[in-house]
């Protein structure tokens, strides 16, 4: 068993997640290790199925493992309650989802406040606002979601990520929902805040070509991690 | 796509999405809304069996016929016929001899079957009291405790009755009809029917009544008092417990609109929760219907299925919330029935019928509209992950309000009544959308607070403004419905307790000569008592209006009839008697010259305005005069009213006999008895036992309101889930979404407090307002109560808004503060 990585931001060692499902137990992940360093972008793909969510969720401290340890940042996720993985996520953790999941009755400025307004900065307007300009979106500060095309709302979503400066983004399928010149345009522009906030980037996704730009990839089969530095 | 393939679709369709749960939410909301809405139906319809089986009481019968000889043998045939029941009461006034006194009693000869309804509770020769269905064995008699105090008798001798002796077995301690003779103050005495030929006091000319009482079932009843009608014999009436006691119809009345008022309140927060729970089903549905649409159904097969899936629930809903809403009024029984009575008669059938009727009306009414928008969704939606909101137009409300006016019409038994009152809530729900929406506004533009929870809460309710404008809206009428129902209603009992007041007095002094009138004040003054205002009476028939003979043949209206073959009793006074309130012309001043001032009701009956000149009959002189005012009268005050009144210069010079009324309290009960030995042609009346009756009917009707408030109240706590429910989908996923950006479980915890603190203060206010304009209006329109506004209102609806919003809300809602930020990965 390698021991916790203090200088990786994030640090994974032998994730088990077992559920129980009409009184069996199923394992939907075995024994899982990675490790992903300062800066370093690392992708997770795998089939419908294969638990690459599950995985994300226990990394991001969204989920508690089964057995295994997560360390974000040097901190043991295994001694914090809930409110103390939520205190870390607020500071240091960003997201993007396949789905977006903004706020439909907050604006777009509204919705890359909140973050920096959970954080109690005192700056958010100023800073959400800056933010929006730099993903292009400075004229649609106040648009709602539903008057935003998908990519423009992916991009809302990235900038509300990255607007706490995190010092880890995890990315769950940030392409799912667009065509594939946004999905592109979407990464470029991931790709270019992370290496502007050298923000740390764990992506899930099951497209082999957006993989392929990270520093590292992993492949989940059936709940079982194999790792393979690019 | 033929029929019979339409059809088996949607039961497919109808089964999937019962199982699927997602009808849950609606079908729950119908069914509370049925089963309230029955509940109070079943309850108030045999509370108000029940009550006028204790009206009844006062009759001891359910329909009498009074005549001044007895009722021809042909009337008795076609009731016994009919399958009624018969009893016989004979009273007459006579004297009593005993221990060598002598006293006026009136005598009751009963046939072996009275009293068809009630009991009479008797205290025997054992001392013990008894109670039931009891009459007075032949040979014997019973007396009441003023005529063995008078006669010093006691129990087991004997008293001369006329030509025979009977024993004297009993002491009547309440008997059912016994109230009903307001002017036979005289002790009682009753003995059985078959004694009466033995006592030789029937004689030709006797003044004797003679009643045959009459019971059945309602159909019964009601069918041979038509047939009574046309078969009337000469000098005789029917007596009507609603006609002869105005105090009494009055009771009933009111509890009958008091009833209706708070069924009306379940009925709109019933269609409330209703309402929501459509909403989101539809705004669920969305997106399923625009996949239907794009595997090729048209929008009016779509519909189609909408449709029989709502009639299937709207049905199921009707019978399993009629059967709830009984098994909810059984146990309304238990709690109220030592009020109401032990044993209440069984709901009528259109109780039952209210369940499955009221159901479906209510989805016509609240679901149909909505519903029709779905024949618009696009199947191109399948391509938007929009969040649809259901655009309101014209019909929605329209529709809604039509559906409330026929339930409430159902309910109140009036549709002018229902709709006043629904015109009333419409107005309200007009008002309190556009408040809702103005202080949303304001809320919007306020500067930012320095607290998150405070920000997001608030901005969680003004970001959601048609939202939360029907979230308001629904639970202004939940918390409307529970301040009318304890503030308002407080203000409106206590008004119509107060209409009753405890001094009202309880004795009556009649025929009182013009020259007693100073020797008898004096004797008030010597025992320390209040002087009463004595008033003079003058007997005149009314036989003319605008110079028109009055021929009371020609009337249609029964009551009226009676009215004008009748001697009135007239009076003449300078001032407006206390509890008397004009409502049209002028009062009369100083020397005025001949007028009437007439009691509105009775003009209404008989056609009379203000304006129409009236004349009198009085001791063989006509008198003629204008109508100048309208007078409404507080029958129930107890106190001594004349239908029609004069100024003095009118009346004056007529000879006239004198009447007054004034309290005794049981220490003073021997001051009457002085009284009648100092005067001995005065007649005192004694309405202690009425005032009891009246008393004790407006407690009943108190506590009956009382426990269909507590089914109103659960109603209105299950609309505030209905509407939390409807915006939990939403708040679960704003609440993952924070707990995944790293919000701390004491920020979601402020944020979804101070959301419903700000909904339930806004609620409240509104609800506050609406109580005061519900309470206004159903004082002056519903009850000819007095009622002023209650400032209190305000502080208690925002305190109640924001403890109810906040209590109720918080186990629903405080939930979603623990949701996993896992479910934001799963959310699709």
Redesign the interface.
């Known amino acids: 068993m390698t021991p916790i990585d203090n200088k990786a931001v994030l640090s994974a060692q032998n994730l088990a997640k077992q559920v129980v499902f009409n009184g069996e137990p199923l394992n939907i992940l075995h024994a899982a290790s990675l490790s992903v360093g300062p800066g370093e972008s690392v992708a997770i793909v795998g089939a419908s199925g294969s638990g690459k969510?599950t995985l994300?969720?226990l990394l991001?401290g969204?989920?508690q493992p089964s057995s295994g340890e997560v360390a974000l940042f040097g901190q043991s996720l295994a001694g914090l309650n809930?409110?103390g993985r939520?205190?870390?996520?607020?500071?240091k953790?960003g997201?993007v989802?396949q789905?977006f999941?903004l706020?439909?009755?907050?604006t777009a400025l509204?919705n890359v406040m909140?973050?920096l307004?959970?954080?109690?900065r005192k700056d958010a307007r100023d800073s959400a606002s800056q933010m929006l300009s730099h993903v292009g979106l400075g004229q649609r500060l106040r648009h709602y979601p539903?008057h935003l095309s998908g990519g423009e709302q992916q991009r809302v979503a990235l900038a509300?990520a990255f607007a706490i400066h995190p010092g880890i983004l995890f990315a769950?399928e940030p392409t799912g929902n667009l065509d594939a010149a946004t999905g592109r345009q979407i990464i470029d522009l991931l790709f270019q805040l992370n290496s502007e906030q050298h923000t740390s980037l764990v992506l899930v996704t099951h497209d082999n070509e957006l993989a392929s730009r990270c520093d590292a990839i992993y492949r989940l089969v059936d709940g079982r991690l194999n790792g393979a530095r690019a | 796509m033929s029929w019979w393939s339409r059809l088996l679709l949607a039961a497919r369709f109808v089964r999937r999405e019962i199982v699927s749960g997602e009808l849950t939410i609606l079908a729950l909301a119908l069914l509370v809304a049925v089963t309230a809405l029955t509940s109070v139906s079943f309850f108030s319809d045999r509370v108000e069996r029940a009550l006028t089986t204790q009206a009844t009481q006062l009759l001891a019968a359910d329909l009498v016929l009074n005549g001044n000889q007895p009722a021809p043998p042909a009337i008795r045939q076609e009731a016994q016929r009919r399958g009624l029941q018969l009893a016989d009461n004979i009273s007459f006034p006579s004297m009593v001899f005993a221990q060598g006194q002598a006293t006026l009693a009136t005598y009751k000869a009963v046939s072996n079957s009275y009293p068809l309804r009630g009991e009479i509770t008797l205290r025997g020769a054992d001392g013990q009291s008894s109670k039931g269905v009891l009459h007075p064995a032949a040979g014997t008699v019973w007396a009441d405790a003023r005529l063995l105090r008078k006669l010093g008798l006691k129990l087991g001798e004997r008293i001369s009755v006329g030509n025979t002796s009977l024993l004297l077995s009993g002491e009547i301690l309440r008997e059912p009809d016994g109230a009903m003779d307001l002017y036979n103050f005289v002790p009682r005495l009753m003995f059985n029917s078959a004694d009466l030929p033995a006592t030789g006091l029937i004689q030709e000319g006797s003044r004797a009544r003679w009643r045959l009482m009459l019971a059945g079932d309602d159909q019964q009843i009601s069918a041979f008092r038509q047939w009574l009608g046309q078969h009337l014999p000469a000098g005789s009436r029917l007596e009507n417990v609603e006609e002869a006691r105005p105090e009494i119809r009055t009771a009933l009345e009111r509890a009958r609109r008091f009833l209706g008022l708070t069924a009306m309140l379940t009925v709109a927060l019933a269609a409330a929760a209703v309402a929501l729970a459509v909403r989101r089903y539809l705004a669920r549905h969305w997106q399923p219907v625009a996949v239907l649409r794009c595997m090729g159904l048209t929008s009016s097969e779509v519909l189609g299925l909408f449709v029989c899936l709502f009639l299937l629930l709207g049905l199921l809903s009707g019978v399993l919330g009629a059967l709830a809403g009984y098994a909810v009024q059984l146990g309304l029984m238990q709690l109220s029935s030592r009020f109401v009575g032990e044993v209440l008669p069984d709901p009528g059938w259109h109780s039952w019928l209210l369940g499955p009727a009221s159901s479906l009306l209510l989805l016509a009414g609240l679901a149909l509209p909505p519903l029709l928008a779905i024949r618009n969704v696009s199947p191109l939606a399948v391509l938007r992950n929009d969040v649809v909101l259901l655009r309101s137009n014209l019909l929605a409300p329209l529709a809604a309000v039509l559906a409330l006016l026929a339930l409430a019409a159902w309910q109140m038994d009036d549709a002018v009544l229902a709709a006043w009152l629904l015109a009333g809530m419409t107005a309200f729900f007009a008002g309190v959308a556009a408040l809702a929406w103005g202080m949303l506004w304001l809320l919007r533009r306020l500067p930012a607070g320095p607290r998150i929870g405070w920000r997001y809460g608030v901005a969680n309710l003004a970001r959601r403004p048609w939202l939360a404008i029907v979230q308001i809206v629904a639970l202004a009428v939940g918390i409307m419905a529970l301040l009318t129902l304890t503030v308002v209603r407080d203000d409106l009992i206590a008004a119509w307790q107060h209409s009753i007041p405890a001094d009202a007095p309880n004795k009556f002094v009649i025929n009182i000569q013009q020259n007693q009138r100073a020797a008898l004040l004096d004797r008030f003054a010597v025992a320390g008592l209040q002087q009463p205002e004595l008033s003079p009476m003058i007997r005149g028939r009314l036989i003319a209006i605008n110079d028109k003979p009055l021929r009371p043949s020609a009337l249609q209206d029964e009551r009226a009839r009676r009215l004008a073959e009748r001697e009135f009793n007239l009076s003449w006074r300078d001032d407006l008697p206390q509890g008397n309130q004009l409502v049209a012309g002028s009062w009369w001043q100083g020397k005025a010259k001949p007028q009437f001032s007439v009691e509105q009701g009775l003009a209404g009956t008989l056609g009379i305005r203000l304006g129409d000149t009236l004349a009198f009959d009085i001791g063989g002189s006509t008198y003629r005069a204008r109508v100048t005012s309208l007078r409404a009268v507080a029958w129930d005050s107890f106190r001594v009213n004349f239908f029609v009144l004069a100024p003095p210069s009118l009346l004056q010079q007529q000879p006239a006999s004198w009447i007054s009324s004034f309290r005794l309290d049981g220490t003073q009960e021997e001051f009457a008895n002085r009284l009648v030995a100092a005067f001995p042609n005065i007649t005192i009346i004694d309405v202690t036992a009425i005032l009891d009756e009246v008393r004790a009917m407006v407690d009943k009707l108190t506590r009956a309101i009382e426990a269909m408030f507590v089914l109103a109240l659960a109603a209105g706590v299950l609309v505030l889930w209905a509407a939390l429910a409807a915006t939990r989908d939403e708040r679960l996923s704003d609440i993952a979404l924070m707990r995944a950006l790293g919000a701390s479980r004491s920020q979601l915890r402020a944020v979804v407090l101070a959301e419903l603190a700000w909904l339930g203060a806004f609620t409240g206010l509104l609800a506050a307002l609406g109580a005061m304009g519900i309470g206004g209006l159903a004082a002056g329109k519903l009850f000819n109560l007095p009622f002023s506004i209650n400032i209190w209102l305000l502080p208690i609806g925002m305190a109640c808004g924001v403890a109810v919003v906040t209590l109720a809300g918080w186990p629903l809602v405080g939930r979603v503060t623990r949701a996993s930020p896992l479910a934001i990965l799963r959310a699709g």
């Not at chain 1, 939520?86 to 500071?91: G, I, K, P, Q």
């Not at chain 1, 307004?117 to 109690?120: S, V």
């Open positions: 969510s994300l969720s991001a969204l989920d809930e409110d939520a205190l870390l996520r607020r500071d953790v997201f989802f789905n999941q706020m439909p009755q907050l509204e909140l973050p307004e959970l954080a109690g539903r509300r769950d």
